[in-house]
């Protein structure tokens, strides 16, 4: 069982590396915490906010996932959005929701976990909430973030004619889901399925792409490329074809494998950035050591098309994450 609230915060705020940063004037001990954000006529900033849950039994179970793999992907969660944006990540708040039988050991190795990755990206844990569930581990996250006035790259910048790129290679997080799921009571092997259990949010890589103008739109692929896409599309008004041969796919497990097309397409939970360029611009091979693949391109037509290497050319449907879809 976790140890009572009030313990639970003093070690959680113990735990908190106290990295220098002049945004957080006050972190973990108030009712807020106080944040002083550049000022405007010394450097002209937009703040980036997101939030996303971590819910046990949905996105983790503990038969399946360490707790350290479950703070990392919590904290990756909120980081991949500040990514998407071309942002920099500053400060987290976590609400966390814990039933009582669940041991004070794993609350701590969450905890360690995820401050091991806010350290990684200069990000202060600055507060948030502990309460009692009645059953299951809840976690929310939130991200703050900044980005240049009027530079984040949004979901609807995207144009007729522009190429569509993604990051590193799809599905192998939601092959390590399919492997679990067909043997339930067997333990995967962490380093044959990274994308999964460690994924690393591409927040030098979306910074890159926003400081040297190269992304017109962009989106995080948590919910599967098929869907992410449609997200663009629909935010831009376009439509998209895409080249089945030229979609990047995982090799996972041992022995090694490629996943399924299918799994590339819808499988979530990648963390890779999805994103459009105008098509003069020359986009490199590979941005901040992470290849990047050209898909397909925008249409001006709505509707996704996928393409296969006979020429034969069908409708995408999103197939991808989607909270309370019907069966």
């Not at 639970?8 to 735990?15: C, D, M």
């Amino acid at each position: 069982m976790p140890t009572p609230e009030k313990a639970l915060i003093a070690e959680i705020r113990r735990g908190v590396t106290r990295a220098k940063n002049s945004a957080i004037r006050t972190g973990i001990g108030d009712d807020c915490a106080i944040l002083r954000l550049p000022s405007a006529s010394k450097k002209s900033v937009d703040t980036l906010i997101t939030t996303d849950f971590t819910l046990e039994n949905v996105h983790f179970r503990r038969n399946w996932h360490s707790p350290e793999s479950v703070g990392h992907r919590c904290l990756t969660r909120g980081l991949s959005d500040i990514a998407a944006m071309g942002g920099d990540p500053f400060a987290a708040f976590l609400s966390l929701a814990l039933p009582r039988d669940v041991s004070q050991s794993w609350v701590r190795r969450f905890i360690s976990s995820l401050l091991a990755l806010a350290q990684k990206y200069s990000v202060t844990l600055a507060g948030g909430d502990t309460a009692e569930s009645p059953s299951g581990i809840l976690a929310d996250i939130v991200v703050l973030g900044t980005v240049p006035r009027g530079k984040a790259l949004l979901r609807s910048g995207a144009r007729q004619g522009d190429h569509i790129y993604v990051s590193g290679k799809l599905g192998g997080s939601a092959a390590a889901v399919l492997a679990m799921q067909k043997k339930p009571d067997r333990k995967l092997n962490l380093r044959d399925y990274p994308r999964h259990f460690f994924p690393d949010p591409r927040i030098e890589l979306g910074r890159t792409l926003r400081q040297r103008n190269l992304a017109s739109a962009m989106i995080d692929t948590s919910d599967g490329l098929s869907t992410d896409l449609a997200h663009i599309c629909e935010e831009s008004s376009v439509g998209a074809e895409l080249e089945s041969d030229a979609i990047p796919r995982a090799s996972v497990g041992k022995p090694v494998h490629e996943v399924d097309l299918s799994l590339a397409l819808h499988g979530g939970e990648d963390y890779e950035l999805l994103f459009t360029a105008p098509r003069g611009k020359r986009i490199p091979s590979q941005i901040a050591g992470i290849p990047i693949t050209q898909i397909g391109h925008i249409t001006r037509r709505p509707g996704i098309f996928l393409t296969d290497p006979d020429g034969v050319r069908l409708k995408l449907r999103p197939q991808g994450w989607e909270h309370f879809r019907k069966a």
